[in-house]
């Protein structure tokens, strides 16, 4: 079991520029989110699903989309990446219902 | 919506000593999460706790759900246990509200 894994770990952008981060999870989980962590805060939602074929937003939606086509991943675009988009990028995944919830280990996004 | 604050905001410590960390929240819930970030970053389950008491080695928590608060004990502190804890709760579906976090300093 990898649990919940996020590719890049790290990536650099200049502004306008468009990117996909990746998020993957093997334990059959139904619901997942994108948080992002600005320095010294907590963690904000950005978009999450319920389920294949099913997204919603977040608290913080604006210059993100996100798809779930698969059980298993569940990708964030970048539409035109901004400098304000600085940040580090968590997934997670859960089961439906009440339960610990999984954290990827994140991707620490730039924007210049 | 649902309101999180975590007290203190910054804690120093050496090395053996005992310390308590406060979560309160706004309003009713059906998932409490405590999560440690190590100084790399990475985010760890601690306690999936939205009532009653929980143990795990040095650690344990508390969360009373009627008075709205968790509470998470460190015994022993150990340089290993720096970094930043946070609480995040769920009042409906299953999307967290994070507390801003207490940044725990253990020093040897």
């Known amino acids: 079991n990898a649990g919940v894994t996020q590719t890049p770990k790290f990536q650099v952008l200049k502004t306008g520029q468009s990117m996909t981060l990746q998020c993957a999870q093997d334990?059959?989980?139904?619901?997942m989110s994108w948080y992002r962590q600005d320095p010294g805060m907590g963690l904000r939602l950005i978009h999450y699903?319920?389920?294949?074929?099913?997204?919603d937003q977040g608290e913080v939606p604006n210059g993100y989309n996100v798809s779930r086509s698969t059980t298993e991943d569940f990708p964030l675009r970048l539409l035109s990446a901004a400098p304000s988009q600085t940040s580090v990028y968590f997934c997670?995944?859960?089961?439906?219902?009440?339960?610990?919830?999984?954290f990827g280990p994140g991707t620490r996004l730039t924007v210049l | 919506g649902i309101q999180v604050e975590q007290s203190p905001p910054d804690l120093i410590l050496q090395e053996g000593a005992n310390s308590t960390l406060r979560c309160n929240f706004s309003?009713?819930?059906?998932?409490l999460q405590w999560f440690h970030q190590n100084p790399w970053g990475q985010l760890i389950n601690l306690f999936y706790?939205?009532?009653g008491t929980k143990q795990n080695g040095r650690l344990s928590a508390t969360t009373v759900a009627t008075e709205r608060y968790s509470l998470l004990y460190i015994s022993s502190s150990q340089t290993t246990d720096s970094g930043v804890y946070f609480c995040?709760?769920?009042?409906?579906?299953?999307?967290?509200?994070f507390g801003p976090g207490t940044r725990l300093s253990v020093l040897p």
């Open positions: 309003d009713s819930v059906n998932n």
């Open positions: 334990m059959n989980h139904e619901y």
């Open positions: 997670a995944s859960s089961l439906p219902g009440p339960g610990t919830q999984y």
């Open positions: 995040a709760v769920v009042d409906y579906g299953q999307n967290f509200v």
């Open positions: 706790i939205p009532s």
């Open positions: 699903s319920v389920g294949a074929g099913i997204t």
